[in-house]
Protein backbone atom coordinates (compact mmCIF):
# COMPACT_ATOMS: atom_id res chain seq x y z
CA UNK A 1 0.00 0.00 0.00
CA UNK A 2 1.69 3.03 -1.23
CA UNK A 3 1.68 6.21 1.55
CA UNK A 4 3.65 8.46 -0.52
CA UNK A 5 3.69 8.58 -4.03
CA UNK A 6 5.95 10.23 -6.26
CA UNK A 7 5.40 10.77 -9.96
CA UNK A 8 7.16 10.25 -11.63
CA UNK A 9 10.32 8.09 -10.96
CA UNK A 10 12.42 9.75 -13.62
CA UNK A 11 12.40 13.03 -14.90
CA UNK A 12 14.17 14.92 -17.64
CA UNK A 13 14.34 18.17 -18.34
CA UNK A 14 15.89 20.74 -20.45
CA UNK A 15 18.51 23.27 -19.16
CA UNK A 16 16.07 26.38 -18.43
CA UNK A 17 13.14 24.74 -19.04
CA UNK A 18 10.49 25.29 -15.88
CA UNK A 19 9.72 21.64 -14.30
CA UNK A 20 7.42 20.40 -11.77
CA UNK A 21 7.84 17.05 -9.84
CA UNK A 22 4.60 15.87 -7.76
CA UNK A 23 4.27 13.93 -4.33
CA UNK A 24 0.88 12.93 -2.58
CA UNK A 25 0.41 11.48 0.51
CA UNK A 26 -2.68 9.00 1.52
CA UNK A 27 -1.69 9.17 5.06
CA UNK A 28 -3.67 12.41 5.75
CA UNK A 29 -0.71 14.07 7.46
CA UNK A 30 -0.11 17.56 7.91
CA UNK A 31 3.37 18.02 7.28
CA UNK A 32 4.92 17.43 3.90
CA UNK A 33 8.77 18.45 3.24
CA UNK A 34 11.28 18.30 -0.13
CA UNK A 35 14.28 17.23 0.08
CA UNK A 36 17.33 17.28 -2.54
CA UNK A 37 19.60 14.28 -2.97
CA UNK A 38 22.71 14.46 -5.12
CA UNK A 39 24.62 12.00 -6.38
CA UNK A 40 26.94 10.31 -3.08
CA UNK A 41 25.11 12.91 -0.34
CA UNK A 42 22.90 12.60 2.32
CA UNK A 43 19.25 14.36 1.37
CA UNK A 44 19.41 18.19 2.12
CA UNK A 45 15.92 19.95 3.11
CA UNK A 46 14.66 22.70 0.81
CA UNK A 47 11.26 23.49 2.41
CA UNK A 48 7.75 21.89 3.96
CA UNK A 49 4.80 22.98 4.32
CA UNK A 50 3.08 22.51 8.01
CA UNK A 51 -0.97 22.20 6.68
CA UNK A 52 -1.16 25.32 4.51
CA UNK A 53 2.23 27.50 6.62
CA UNK A 54 4.97 27.60 4.05
CA UNK A 55 8.33 26.98 5.51
CA UNK A 56 11.56 27.52 3.58
CA UNK A 57 15.18 26.71 4.02
CA UNK A 58 17.47 29.65 4.78
CA UNK A 59 20.19 28.10 1.93
CA UNK A 60 17.21 26.50 -0.28
CA UNK A 61 17.61 29.15 -3.28
CA UNK A 62 14.94 30.90 -5.10
CA UNK A 63 14.44 28.87 -8.45
CA UNK A 64 12.93 26.30 -6.43
CA UNK A 65 9.24 27.13 -5.11
CA UNK A 66 6.35 24.66 -4.25
CA UNK A 67 2.85 24.66 -3.91
CA UNK A 68 0.48 22.84 -1.57
CA UNK A 69 -3.19 22.97 -3.24
CA UNK A 70 -4.72 20.35 -0.41
CA UNK A 71 -3.54 18.21 2.22
CA UNK A 72 -3.09 14.94 -0.05
CA UNK A 73 -0.63 16.80 -2.58
CA UNK A 74 2.31 18.90 -2.28
CA UNK A 75 4.42 20.28 -5.66
CA UNK A 76 8.35 21.23 -6.02
CA UNK A 77 8.57 23.53 -8.86
CA UNK A 78 11.94 24.13 -10.23
CA UNK A 79 11.58 27.61 -12.57
CA UNK A 80 14.90 27.33 -14.52
CA UNK A 81 17.09 24.43 -14.27
CA UNK A 82 20.47 24.38 -14.01
CA UNK A 83 22.64 21.69 -15.04
CA UNK A 84 23.74 21.30 -10.82
CA UNK A 85 20.04 21.24 -10.57
CA UNK A 86 20.25 17.37 -11.24
CA UNK A 87 19.35 15.22 -8.56
CA UNK A 88 17.30 12.94 -6.80
CA UNK A 89 13.91 14.97 -5.23
CA UNK A 90 12.78 13.10 -2.19
CA UNK A 91 8.92 13.69 -0.67
CA UNK A 92 8.33 13.03 3.16
CA UNK A 93 5.76 13.96 5.09
CA UNK A 94 4.87 13.72 9.18
CA UNK A 95 1.98 13.55 10.90
CA UNK A 96 2.53 16.46 13.03
CA UNK A 97 5.95 18.99 13.77
CA UNK A 98 6.82 17.74 17.30
CA UNK A 99 9.53 15.60 18.66
CA UNK A 100 9.21 12.23 17.88
CA UNK A 101 7.10 12.43 15.05
CA UNK A 102 8.15 10.05 12.51
CA UNK A 103 8.54 11.11 8.81
CA UNK A 104 7.51 8.95 6.13
CA UNK A 105 9.64 9.11 2.60
CA UNK A 106 8.34 8.38 -0.71
CA UNK A 107 10.83 6.96 -3.57
CA UNK A 108 11.74 9.82 -5.32
CA UNK A 109 11.65 11.10 -8.48
CA UNK A 110 15.35 11.51 -10.03
CA UNK A 111 15.55 14.47 -12.16
CA UNK A 112 17.81 14.93 -15.05
CA UNK A 113 19.06 17.98 -16.41
CA UNK A 114 19.98 18.23 -20.56
CA UNK B 1 25.81 21.16 9.67
CA UNK B 2 24.98 17.50 11.05
CA UNK B 3 25.00 16.76 14.77
CA UNK B 4 26.60 13.03 14.78
CA UNK B 5 29.34 11.42 13.70
CA UNK B 6 29.19 7.96 11.94
CA UNK B 7 31.90 5.43 10.64
CA UNK B 8 31.79 5.70 6.93
CA UNK B 9 31.54 2.09 5.89
CA UNK B 10 31.38 -1.24 7.79
CA UNK B 11 30.80 -4.72 6.54
CA UNK B 12 28.62 -7.52 7.98
CA UNK B 13 28.59 -11.39 7.51
CA UNK B 14 25.22 -12.38 6.78
CA UNK B 15 22.99 -13.99 9.61
CA UNK B 16 25.42 -12.03 12.14
CA UNK B 17 24.27 -9.25 13.85
CA UNK B 18 25.17 -5.47 12.71
CA UNK B 19 26.18 -3.28 15.30
CA UNK B 20 26.12 0.39 13.65
CA UNK B 21 27.57 3.26 16.46
CA UNK B 22 26.75 6.85 16.34
CA UNK B 23 28.34 9.94 18.39
CA UNK B 24 25.75 12.51 19.70
CA UNK B 25 27.79 14.25 21.75
CA UNK B 26 26.19 17.53 21.76
CA UNK B 27 22.23 16.00 22.08
CA UNK B 28 19.88 18.11 24.07
CA UNK B 29 17.64 16.51 26.57
CA UNK B 30 14.98 16.53 24.36
CA UNK B 31 16.21 15.58 21.07
CA UNK B 32 15.12 12.61 19.48
CA UNK B 33 17.82 9.80 17.99
CA UNK B 34 16.25 8.54 14.65
CA UNK B 35 17.55 5.97 12.73
CA UNK B 36 16.74 5.91 8.71
CA UNK B 37 18.25 3.20 5.99
CA UNK B 38 18.39 4.06 2.57
CA UNK B 39 18.70 1.18 0.20
CA UNK B 40 20.24 2.33 -3.65
CA UNK B 41 18.60 4.84 -5.66
CA UNK B 42 14.60 4.19 -3.23
CA UNK B 43 13.69 6.65 -0.43
CA UNK B 44 14.74 6.72 3.23
CA UNK B 45 13.21 4.11 5.13
CA UNK B 46 12.39 4.81 9.04
CA UNK B 47 13.71 2.55 11.26
CA UNK B 48 13.46 2.90 14.47
CA UNK B 49 13.72 6.09 17.23
CA UNK B 50 14.14 6.81 20.89
CA UNK B 51 15.00 9.43 23.22
CA UNK B 52 15.98 7.91 27.02
CA UNK B 53 15.13 4.21 26.33
CA UNK B 54 16.41 1.55 24.87
CA UNK B 55 13.80 0.20 21.95
CA UNK B 56 12.74 -2.55 19.69
CA UNK B 57 10.95 -3.34 17.20
CA UNK B 58 10.41 -5.63 14.59
CA UNK B 59 13.85 -4.08 12.17
CA UNK B 60 16.06 -3.72 14.96
CA UNK B 61 17.07 -2.68 18.28
CA UNK B 62 18.19 0.79 19.24
CA UNK B 63 20.68 1.31 22.55
CA UNK B 64 21.05 4.42 23.97
CA UNK B 65 23.71 5.19 26.39
CA UNK B 66 22.82 6.43 29.62
CA UNK B 67 24.51 9.77 29.14
CA UNK B 68 22.62 10.36 25.70
CA UNK B 69 26.06 10.58 23.86
CA UNK B 70 25.90 8.18 21.75
CA UNK B 71 23.86 5.03 20.45
CA UNK B 72 24.10 1.91 18.71
CA UNK B 73 21.50 0.58 15.93
CA UNK B 74 21.55 -3.66 15.86
CA UNK B 75 20.26 -5.20 12.51
CA UNK B 76 19.50 -8.72 15.10
CA UNK B 77 20.09 -11.05 12.21
CA UNK B 78 21.68 -9.32 8.69
CA UNK B 79 20.79 -10.42 5.74
CA UNK B 80 22.01 -9.36 1.88
CA UNK B 81 18.86 -7.09 2.03
CA UNK B 82 20.27 -5.14 4.71
CA UNK B 83 22.79 -3.52 2.72
CA UNK B 84 22.17 0.02 2.32
CA UNK B 85 23.66 3.16 3.69
CA UNK B 86 22.25 4.36 7.53
CA UNK B 87 21.70 7.41 8.96
CA UNK B 88 21.87 8.41 12.20
CA UNK B 89 19.79 11.99 12.70
CA UNK B 90 18.99 14.24 16.09
CA UNK B 91 16.20 16.14 15.44
CA UNK B 92 17.67 19.61 14.48
CA UNK B 93 14.39 21.92 16.62
CA UNK B 94 10.96 21.42 17.37
CA UNK B 95 10.18 22.08 13.47
CA UNK B 96 11.21 18.23 13.05
CA UNK B 97 14.04 19.53 10.50
CA UNK B 98 15.99 16.41 9.97
CA UNK B 99 19.61 17.34 9.09
CA UNK B 100 21.17 14.13 7.51
CA UNK B 101 24.87 13.25 8.18
CA UNK B 102 26.67 11.39 5.79
CA UNK B 103 25.84 8.14 7.64
CA UNK B 104 27.50 4.85 7.27
CA UNK B 105 27.31 2.45 4.17
CA UNK B 106 26.73 -0.85 5.88
CA UNK B 107 27.89 -3.84 3.38
CA UNK B 108 26.46 -7.38 4.21
CA UNK B 109 28.92 -10.05 2.76
CA UNK B 110 27.88 -13.13 1.87
Redesign the interface.
Known sequence: DAMVIQNPRYQVTQFGKPVTLSCSQTLNHNVMYWYQQKSSQAPKLLFHYYDKDFNNEADTPDNFQSRRPNTSFCFLDIRSPGLGDAAMYLCATSRDRGQGETQYFGPGTRLLVL | D?KTTQPTSMDCAEGRAANLPCNHSTISG???V?W?RQIH??????II?G?KNNETNEMASLIITEDRKSSTLILPHATLRDTAVY?CIV?RN??????????TRLSVLP
Not at chain 2, 94 to 103: A, I, R, S, T, W
Open positions: ANEYYYSQGPQYHLYIYGQNFVFGPG
